[in-house]
């Protein structure tokens, strides 16, 4: 095996944007044969309003990523704020295997942790309220059971919302909570977080006590959105680099 895995986030993949799904392309053809594992960490599709409302776009996403997992890798995805709704059954058509917010991988002696990253905004109270409400099953069963084009008008209402809250809302709200953070590696005893979300691309080196009040090394590394540019995390060993590169529909090197 490879003993690389790889992981993306906030593709935000839409019709509107078709450098990205070209883009996207390109990264699997570039990693299929290379890699054991790729997780995809929320937000893969700009909306998503069931499995049963997909597009030829969205079964062309399916057919690449069912490519790539059957030339040899382990593929995942977890939830993000805009495709929460993503079943099983899209899952199946990619080859992936679903998973959730919290999630710990081995890396040699160490474990990683990883998630969307919405959970650690914790200063947007409006976000969280909304947040807890659309991932109980009774909101989900009740919206699912509604006709696509009254989901499809929700979706877009809502996304009409978050844009006029989001220029609204001051940078630091919508950032990560520092104790939020704390706190989570507390909770799962790890030294790596990964995470994306806040379109913040960086690798934070910190301290964390983790145990007794010894300050232990600790890092954060959080994964950037699909605009411009596409980012990644590469992680070999127990070493997690991110990178970059270039959105075109064409084949282009990584550059850090």
Known sequence: MFGRSLFISDLHIDHSRPDITAGFFSF????????????????LFEVWVGDDAI??????????????????????????????????????????????????INIGQEKLLLLHGDTLCTDD??????????RTSSWQKDFLSKSIKER??????????????????SELIMDVNHQAVVELFHKHAVSKILHG???????HDLEVARQASTPQAAQRVVLGDWDKKGWFAELTGNNVELHSFKLSSNSAPYTN
Request: hydrophobic fraction near 30%.
């Open 152 to 169: 499809t008008e929700f979706a877009e209402k809502a996304r009409d919302q978050s844009r006029q809250d989001t220029s609204s809302k």
């Open 28 to 43: 699997l053809d570039r990693n299929k044969h290379n890699c054991d594992a790729l997780y995809i960490l929320g937000d």
């Open 197 to 203: 979300h806040t379109h913040r691309p960086a690798v």
């Open 55 to 104: 597009t030829n776009s969205e079964l062309e996403v399916a057919s690449k990523l069912r490519e790539f997992s059957e030339c040899g890798a382990s593929l995942f995805i977890m939830h993000g704020n805009r495709d929460f709704l993503i079943g099983s059954e899209y899952a199946e058509r990619c080859g992936a295997t679903i998973i959730y917010d919290h999630h710990l």
């Open 125 to 134: 109270e409006d976000y969280q309220k909304f947040r807890a409400l659309v």
